[in-house]
T-cell receptor, first 114, second 112 residues
Framework: DTGVSQDPRHKITKRGQNVTFRCDPI?????LYWYRQTLGQGPEFLTY????????KSRLLSDRFSAERPKGSFSTLEIQRTEQGDSAMYLC????????????FGPGTRLTVL | AQRVTQPEKLLSVFKGAPVELKCNYS??????LFWYVQYSRQRLQLLLR??SRESIKGFTADLNKGETSFHLKKPFAQEEDSAMYYC??????????????FGQGTTLQVKP
C-alpha cells in the first residue's frame, strides 16, 4: 500500500497519560498535515509541515500537543497529560508542494481518553 | 471569519432521483473550494475541486461567488453514492498553505 499510513489505528488511554501517534506520508510528498475530527464534525486543521519545517499551527494545538517531522519523512503527534476532550479521530494527510490542495488522507488514529 | 456551512446533516433520496448537497462558505479573498467524500470503512478522499470544472462519478459543482455557494449536484443518484460528503475550502494561491477548512459534512443515503 503506497498510501498514507497511520499507527496505531486505535488508542485507549487514561486521563493524564501521554500518547504518541505516527504518520507515514506518501513517499514523494513533502507536505504533511494533521487534522482532528470529533463526532459529527468535519476535520479541523491542527498543523502542517513542509519537509521538516512546521509552518503553521492552529490555536487548537494547545501546549500539551507537539508535532515533529524530524527528517522530512514520517511525522509524530504527541499529546501530553491527555484529557477526555482530546478523544477524537486524528487524521494525517500529505500532498506535494505544488498540488498542495489535493491532500491524500490516512485512515486516522482514533483516540479514546477514559 | 473563514467558515464552511453544510446545512443538512442527512440527505435521503431514492435511486435515480436528483441530488443536491448544499455548501455555503465565508471567506475574505479568493478561496479554492473542494468536495471530499468518505465511503463506508474507507478514508477521506478528494472528489472534485472547483478549479478543475470537471465531472467526477457524475457529480458536478459550480462555484457561485455572488451567493458564496458550492453546491454538489448529480442528476441521477446511485446506491453506491451513499457516503459522507464534506465541503472544504482553502485560501488558494494567495495563502499557499493548503490548510483545508471543512464543513460539518452531509450523509447522503440513496435508497433502492
Amino acid at each position: 500500500d503506497t498510501g498514507v499510513s497511520q499507527d496505531p489505528r486505535h488508542k485507549i488511554t487514561k486521563r493524564g497519560q501521554n500518547v504518541t501517534f505516527r504518520c507515514d506520508p506518501i513517499s514523494e510528498h513533502n507536505r504533511l498535515y494533521w487534522y482532528r475530527q470529533t463526532l459529527g464534525q468535519g476535520p479541523e486543521f491542527l498543523t502542517y509541515f513542509q519537509n521538516e519545517a512546521q509552518l503553521e499551527k492552529s490555536r487548537l494545538l494547545s501546549d500539551r500537543f507537539s508535532a515533529e517531522r524530524p527528517k522530512g519523512s514520517f511525522s509524530t503527534l504527541e499529546i501530553q497529560r491527555t484529557e477526555q476532550g482530546d478523544s477524537a479521530m486524528y487524521l494525517c494527510a500529505s500532498s506535494t508542494r505544488t498540488s498542495y490542495n489535493e491532500q491524500f488522507f490516512g485512515p486516522g488514529t482514533r483516540l479514546t481518553v477514559l | 471569519a473563514q467558515r464552511v456551512t453544510q446545512p443538512e446533516k442527512l440527505l435521503s433520496v431514492f435511486k435515480g432521483a436528483p441530488v443536491e448537497l448544499k455548501c455555503n462558505y465565508s471567506y475574505s479573498g479568493s478561496p479554492e473550494l473542494f468536495w471530499y467524500v468518505q465511503y463506508s470503512r474507507q478514508r477521506l478522499q478528494l472528489l472534485l475541486r472547483h478549479i478543475s470544472r470537471e465531472s467526477i462519478k457524475g457529480f458536478t459543482a459550480d462555484l457561485n461567488k455572488g451567493e458564496t455557494s458550492f453546491h454538489l449536484k448529480k442528476p441521477f443518484a446511485q446506491e453506491e453514492d451513499s457516503a459522507m460528503y464534506y465541503c472544504a475550502l482553502s485560501g488558494g494561491r494567495s495563502s499557499n498553505t493548503g490548510k483545508l477548512i471543512f464543513g460539518q459534512g452531509t450523509t447522503l443515503q440513496v435508497k433502492p
